[in-house]
Structure formats: structure tokens, C-alpha cells
């Protein structure tokens, strides 16, 4: 039994915690797979680096279908509802920005990849203050 000074656990919050701690082996396998597909050393001049657009979807639909997980959840009150939303957000541009460097490499010319590889570094760093928000609202340090 919960004493005064003790809240009881937000049933939202804490699925959400276990979802996000499910998740993590697959989102770390899912970094390394792109991690390695870039090459140590840049490609000679005139060629392209390699394409990581696999890796990138990949990570992409597990971002997805994370944060589907994580609309579902519902109740919570205000704390749940806050810890649902900021995490969903902060998935969201996770995605957004790997949507911008897969098309960055997709770029038809230099100009537009560096274009786009702005907006996505734009879009990550979002995501990044977007999930101090939610490791706040979950009582957890972001990333896990």
C-alpha cells in the first residue's frame, strides 16, 4: 500500500517506461545497421558514399511502430496523457529527420542533399529537446 509521501505508479507512464525499454535492443541494432553502412573512409572523389536508405527504413518503421505503441496507451490523467504526447513528438521527429537524410541521399544534386541534410539535423535536434521533455514526464533519462 501507498503511504502519502509515496505516489502510486501512473499505469501510462510505466507502459510507456516498458515499451521504450522493449524497444531499445532493436533501436540500438537498428543505429549500428547505419553506423555501418557508412564507410570508414570517404568513397574516392566523383564517387557516392553508399547508399543507406535500407538501414534508415528499417529504423524508420521501428520508430513507427513504437510510436503507434505508444498512442495506444490511454488514462493516465494530465502525467499520462503528457508522457504519451511528448514521447509520441519526440518519436515523430526521430522519423522526420530520417526522413530528410533518406532523401538526402536521394538528392538529385549536392545543393538540395546539403539542403535537406540541414532540415534534417534541424528536425533531430528537436527531437532532442522534445525528449528532455518526455524523459521528464516519464521520470527517466532520455535516451535509455
Do not use: C
Request: hydrophobic fraction near 40%; charged fraction near 20%.
Amino acid at each position: 500500500m501507498f503511504t502519502r509521501t509515496q505516489a502510486a505508479p501512473n499505469p501510462v507512464v510505466a507502459k510507456i517506461r516498458a515499451l521504450l525499454r522493449g524497444a531499445r535492443p532493436q533501436l540500438q541494432a537498428d543505429q549500428q545497421a547505419l553506423g555501418l553502412a557508412y564507410p570508414e573512409d570517404p568513397p574516392p572523389p566523383g564517387q557516392r558514399f553508399p547508399d543507406p536508405s535500407p538501414a534508415i527504413a528499417t529504423m524508420r518503421q521501428h520508430l513507427q511502430a513504437l510510436r503507434t505503441e505508444v498512442l495506444a496507451q490511454s488514462g493516465g490523467g494530465p502525467a499520462g496523457a503528457s508522457a504519451r504526447d511528448l514521447t509520441a513528438l519526440t518519436l515523430l521527429q526521430s522519423d522526420h529527420s530520417l526522413e530528410k537524410l533518406a532523401q538526402a541521399y536521394a538528392a538529385p544534386d549536392p545543393a538540395s542533399a546539403d539542403d535537406l541534410r540541414g532540415q534534417s539535423v534541424i528536425l533531430l535536434k528537436q527531437a532532442k529537446a522534445t525528449s528532455i521533455k518526455a524523459g521528464k514526464a516519464l521520470a527517466i533519462p532520455w535516451p535509455l
